[in-house]
């Protein structure tokens, strides 16, 4: 079971990768989150290294979705994310996925 702290903590998190704000979590936030990122570190679009951290924001969708998208609707809502990391965190390969995800979350927004 997640805590208070954690609940909130992912909620938070969940809000962040909501980037359309429309309360799912879609390959389109992960875009948008892509571009925002590369722009910030100064990743030309369309390079190589875009290309290659591209490839990397989908496997990481693909992963998210197979994981938790327990509707099969391509996108995560709240409750199937809040569901699926209270799974992932009682595993240590889970908690790693998700402190991992976590850090390279804070890493791209980070000014
Ligand atoms: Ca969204």
């Not at 390959?27 to 989150?33: G, M, R, S, V």
């Amino acid at each position: 079971m997640l805590n208070g702290l954690q609940t909130r903590n992912l909620t938070t998190m969940f809000r962040i990768f909501d980037a359309s704000g429309n309360n799912v979590i879609s390959w389109a936030d992960y875009e948008t989150l892509l571009h925002r990122f590369a722009d910030r570190v100064g990743i030309e679009p369309d390079s190589a290294d875009f290309n290659e951290l591209r490839e990397r924001y989908h496997r990481d969708w693909q992963e998210l979705r197979h994981e938790a998208d327990a509707g099969l609707d391509g996108t995560v809502g709240l409750n199937e994310w809040l569901r699926y990391h209270d799974r992932a965190i009682s595993t240590p390969e889970g908690y790693d996925i998700a402190v991992t995800a976590v850090a390279e979350m804070m890493i791209a927004l980070a000014d």
